[in-house]
């Protein structure tokens, strides 16, 4: 607790700006904060380095430098600083002033030449997403409802159970089914009324998550539902995690702005007296409805109408995982600790006695 709070807490601070320090300066700062690991889980001097950062999940020096840059780049353009022009300046000097010849790269520099083919992807707001809604908006409380689990079902009974459950939970609603898919890196959503026979398919930027693509469809989803004469609508998902995400929302909410774009149809939809609830069903249970959407969502991935939709920070931050890897190929590079890794082949997220109780 001590090392997280005070000593990595100062190191991470200034790590932006002593990046570029010397291999020797930087070498110091590393073996100390090694030291401070060893004595932390009481590891011998002559464990591995690479032991002991897997044994304690702390990504090396160097990885953590390159993941604070990456992050404070993706931060400064989502919220549209004045710092980000500085830095795009200091990247240019980099590249074209003898000065930087003979230095090494500032860590900001190599974070933005990274993250540049992405970045204006990313969706700008220097508030929360909450807080450009109106009161009665954010204080809006959105339907959801969460259906059985039909996979513990036999096949033949699991599309009548289902339609059972959605008579009781929202009788007389339409149903539109949606759906997210991500395949070999491209990443598509889609529709489906099964009263009208209406698909839409939709693809999106390859840099959007499989959570931004379920998010995405129950906006599709809602703006679909804007255009039809009825006022019950249910939109099926079998995102759990969507649901859950609208579930929570709250005026205090740390969401993206999907989310308050799908709070603000739903209560336009709402002043038209048309009542939307969203519902989760548990996917590839043979419901029919969901079936067909799943195979609309793969189709939507290289077949989808391009939608050049602004992505949630969050998406853009996969480029941290890039990050992660580096310290996954030094891991699995180094010839020491070889007894360690036939034990522990596979880095994990948080440490072993995490969740331990001491004392």
Not at 154 to 169: C, G, H, R, S, Y
Not at 274 to 288: E, L, P, S, V, Y
Request: proline letters at 5%.
């Amino acid at each position: 607790m001590f090392y997280k709070s005070i000593i990595r807490s100062l190191l991470d601070f200034g790590l932006i700006l002593y990046g570029q320090a010397s291999r020797t300066e930087l070498k110091k700062l590393v073996t100390f904060s090694n030291k401070c690991l060893r004595r932390i889980i009481g590891a011998l001097p002559s464990t591995p380095i690479t032991a002991l950062s897997a044994e304690v999940c702390e990504p090396p020096l160097p990885v953590r430098l390159s993941k604070l840059a990456v992050n404070k780049i993706i931060n400064l353009h989502h919220s549209g600083s004045f710092l980000l022009a500085k830095i795009a300046a200091l990247t240019e000097a980099f590249l074209t002033e003898k000065h930087w010849l003979k230095n090494n790269s500032p860590p900001i520099v190599s974070a933005f030449l990274a993250v540049t083919p992405d970045i204006h992807s990313v969706h700008k707001s220097n508030i929360s997403p909450t807080l450009k809604l109106d009161y009665p908006r954010a204080t809006t409380s959105l339907t959801t409802i969460y259906l059985r689990d039909y996979s513990e079902y036999p096949p033949q009974i699991v599309n009548e159970l289902f339609m059972a459950d959605i008579t009781t939970a929202v009788p007389g609603s339409q149903l539109i089914f949606t759906d997210g898919s991500l395949l070999e890196g491209q990443v598509g959503c889609a529709i489906y009324d099964p009263s009208a026979k209406v698909e839409k398919m939709f693809s999106l930027p390859s840099q959007a998550s499989i959570f931004t693509a379920e998010m995405y469809a129950l906006v599709c989803a809602l703006e679909y539902i804007a255009t039809l004469k009825g006022t019950r609508f249910a939109v099926v998902s079998d995102s759990m995690s969507s649901i859950k995400q609208l579930e929570r929302f709250h005026p205090n909410s740390k969401c993206d702005y999907l989310v308050t774009r799908i709070v603000n149809i739903v209560c336009t939809l709402r002043h038209r007296h048309i009542q939307t609830a969203f519902c989760w069903c548990r996917g590839h249970c043979g419901i029919k409805g969901n079936d067909k959407v799943d195979q609309l969502a793969k189709r939507a991935t290289t077949a989808g109408q391009y939608q050049d939709i602004k992505l949630p920070k969050t998406d853009a931050k996969r480029t941290l995982n890039k990050r992660l890897v580096e310290w996954r190929n030094w891991y699995n590079s180094g010839t020491a600790g070889n007894f360690y890794k036939s034990l522990h082949p596979e880095l994990r997220s948080i440490p072993w006695f995490a969740t331990s109780k001491f004392g």
